[in-house]
Structures are given as structure tokens and as C-alpha cells.
């Protein structure tokens, strides 16, 4: 059976338990799945009944949810599928990076293999999408940068952005318009006392940025080292 076999919510499913497998050690439960999915847990519950009996994923009930390995397969290709799209729409049609989420959504369904193949030819194969996400390989190799997020950097580190969550398109334009995008590089400093903030300065700028948990949750970043 090939990916294009499965129904349109099973490509999705599928894409979600991998996704947020990616990024982060944390269980992937029907709840988590169905506040992504932005449905009932309920339709969830009945959907990864029926992966599971389709040989896509393990799930014990009231468990977190894992992918098999032909589960793997169908999730990485729809990924690759989305992320190739999202970086067609910004480099060949002009999209902004906070556009492009939910028309992949709809085009990742529709397209063919040989159209995904066309255009990884002709943006010659990236390796990143317009928000850092790494684009599979046609083998369905995936790299993910070593990465940690934002919050969890110190005062005086100097760290380079490797991708930003694209689920909060206002936060998106936000970065976008203080130039906190994939491959920039921040200064981290202290913020105030008891404010839960961090403060940043961008590409060694004195000015800084004052973020708040929803942002700096929201980034992934390496580290560069520390600032002088």
C-alpha cells in the first residue's frame, strides 16, 4: 500500500505523532494528538484504532502512541511532501513564512510523487524549510540539528537559530519583523527579576529584544558560545 492509499485524517495522523516525536522526548497521547489535530479525542480514540489495525502504529490503551516502522515510512514521506511545498511557496511564489502552513496542509494531499520530485529538483534538494523544520531526504533520511530551546539557554550565551515553531502565525510575524529568523544569531541576557522574560539581542546588535515563555518556547536554538 502506498501513502496515497490512505485516507486524507490518516496522512494527518500520521504527520502529527511523527512531529511531535521530532522535536521533543515527550509521550504522544490521543490527548495530545487530538489538541494538535484540533478535533475530539474521541475521533482520535476511533482513528488510531484503525492505524493500528492498518500495521501504522502500537498503542496501549491509555499509552502513548508510537509509529511501527512502515508507520514511520508513510509519516516521513507526508513530512517531506509538507516541508517541500512550504519551501516551494516562499522561495518560487513569494510567499511569507507565516502563509505557508496551512496551504501545504491543503497541497500535500493533492500533489504527486513525481511533482515532490520536480520540485526538490528544482529548489535543488534544501535540506531546511523556511522555518528550520529538516527536510527528508527521497530515502527518507531525516537530520536533526542538536538544538535546544530558547528558554533553556543562559545569560552571556551566544546561540544561532535553528528552526521556530510555525504553529502561531502572529508569532511568526513577530519574529519576522525583529529578524529572528532561521540562522540568526542571538546575544542572551538576563531579563528582569521575576518577569519571566529573556533578553536578546540580535546579530550583535546593542539594542535588545525583551521575549516572553510564549517566544522563547518557541525557538530552537544551538550554541555559539559566550559573549564577551
Known sequence: ???TQLSDSAQNYLKIIFSLNEWSAEPVTPTVIA???GVKLST???AMSKLRQQGLLDHAPYGAVSLTDLGREYAVTMVRRHRLIETFLVQMLGYRWDQVHEEAEQLEHAVSDFMIQRIDELLGHPSRDPH???IPTAEGTITIPAAILLAEAQPGQQVSVERISDSDSELLQ???ENRIVVGAQLTVTTGAPFSDTVEIAVNGEESVIRLGARATEAV???LLGSAR
Open 220 to 222: 530552537w536554538v544551538s
Open 44 to 46: 482520535v480514540s476511533g
Open 132 to 134: 528550520g523544520d529538516p
Open 1 to 3: 500500500m502506498s501513502v
Open 35 to 37: 489538541e494538535k489535530a
Open 174 to 176: 513577530f519574529f519576522s
